[in-house]
Nanobody, 125 residues
Framework: QLQLVESGGGLVQAGGSLRLSCAAS????????MGWFRQAPGKEREFVAG????????AYADSVKGRFTISRDNAKNTVYLQMNSLKPEDTAVYTC??????????????????WGQGTQVTVSS
């Protein structure tokens, strides 16, 4: 079965940067879009960024546009989330996910069916 493992989280000061990685292994599904979600304590999980299976379409939450960039390295079966100009409100557990249906928009959040374990990002002021 498909496994997604995140890494790269940690503690950073406001204004700093982090790059999260999501490595896929097992039975991968190349036609499924990839996405990043986050959940802060006491808050609902929210969509952060997504990338279509073809790599031709990206989507971002308004709160991170211009600061975060999603990308992929197909040779390494890895998806990245580059996070710049981090703010305390970015503090959350970040989780990567893959859609189970082919050729969907990366904004089709209900299509995400495979999830990683999450990695903690803490931004201090």
């Amino acid at each position: 079965q498909l496994q997604l493992v995140e890494s790269g989280g940690g503690l950073v000061q406001a204004g700093g940067s982090l790059r999260l990685s999501c490595a896929a292994s097992g039975r991968t599904f190349s036609s499924g879009a990839m996405g990043w979600f986050r959940q802060a304590p006491g808050k609902e999980r929210e969509f952060v960024a997504g990338l279509s299976a073809s790599g031709g379409e990206t989507a971002y939450a308004d709160s991170v546009k211009g600061r975060f960039t999603i990308s992929r390295d197909n040779a390494k079966n890895t998806v990245y989330l580059q996070m710049n100009s981090l703010k305390p409100e970015d503090t959350a557990v970040y989780t990567c996910a893959q859609q189970s249906l082919p050729f969907q928009s990366p904004t089709a959040t209900r299509a995400y069916a495979y999830w990683g374990q999450g990695t903690q990002v803490t931004v201090s002021s």
